[in-house]
């Protein structure tokens, strides 16, 4: 259901209990995401209690938890425990492993388990074809590209999202994550070019309410910002 004028589902991603019970209140929030620098950043210490709880809180809406090991055997192992927390969860498996090994095998064999995956970490057109070839075959899954760490390196990620849209469309089961995103305006560009799904973190979900300010008001509200700082700081000349 679009919200904002938008086509693109917006996905809550963080690890806070706190953020999370207050977002599901938003109906604008069609799923949540989250990944082990979250939680750790969040203080998360029992992964299964907070799976639990942030289930919880969520409804029926779409989560996503990661693996957190790097072992083939043990991140399929992990992955059937997380799966067995809910219909609506979704194994986050990364691209690869941390030494660079494909995750395609393990893939293979969850696709073959029937067991929904969030392939995460993508940042090339050939990993998102090689994640797409392996998917197919199975159940839903989403195919993460993380369009803002691509923008860090100084690319657009535009031309990459939009041909990784096209890759994904004869496979109506495979949903493109916008991932990482930067800037509110990220929003709007995933929902440009057809993107399903984009995971936005409490700081940007916290603009939405600047879409569409005028501009003149908010030139004004600058100004007067900058004067008040200005005077109570005490500064002079």
Not at 43 to 69: C, M, N, W
Not at 164 to 178: D, F, G, K, S
């Amino acid at each position: 259901m679009p919200h904002f004028g938008f086509s693109v589902k917006i996905f809550a991603d963080g690890a806070d209990l706190k953020a999370i019970s207050a977002l599901a209140e938003k109906p604008y929030i069609e799923g949540f995401t989250t990944n082990p620098t979250l939680m750790s950043k969040a203080g998360v210490k029992d992964y299964t209690q907070f799976a639990h709880q942030a289930l919880d809180l969520i409804g029926r809406r779409p989560i996503s938890f990661e693996v957190v090991s790097d072992d083939a055997d043990e991140m399929f192992r992990q992955a059937r425990i997380i799966a067995s927390w809910g219909d609506n969860v979704y194994v986050k498996i990364p691209i690869t492993n941390s030494i660079g090994e494909s995750s395609m095998p393990l893939l293979r064999r969850l696709v073959e388990a029937g067991i929904k995956t969030n392939v995460t970490a993508i940042m090339t057109l050939d990993q998102v074809r090689e994640a797409a070839s392996v998917l197919a075959a199975g159940p839903s899954a989403y195919v993460s590209v993380f369009a803002g760490r691509i923008a860090d390196t100084g690319r657009d990620p535009m031309p990459i999202m939009s041909e990784a849209v096209t890759l994904l469309r004869p496979h109506p089961q495979l949903e493109l994550i916008w991932a990482s995103p930067r800037e509110l305006l990220n929003i709007v560009h995933a929902s440009e070019i057809g993107c399903h799904v984009i995971t936005v973190t409490n700081d940007i979900l916290a603009k939405l309410p600047m879409l569409g300010k005028d501009l003149d008001e908010y030139s004004l509200e600058t100004v007067q910002m900058f004067f008040r700082d200005a005077t109570q700081s005490g500064l002079d000349l």
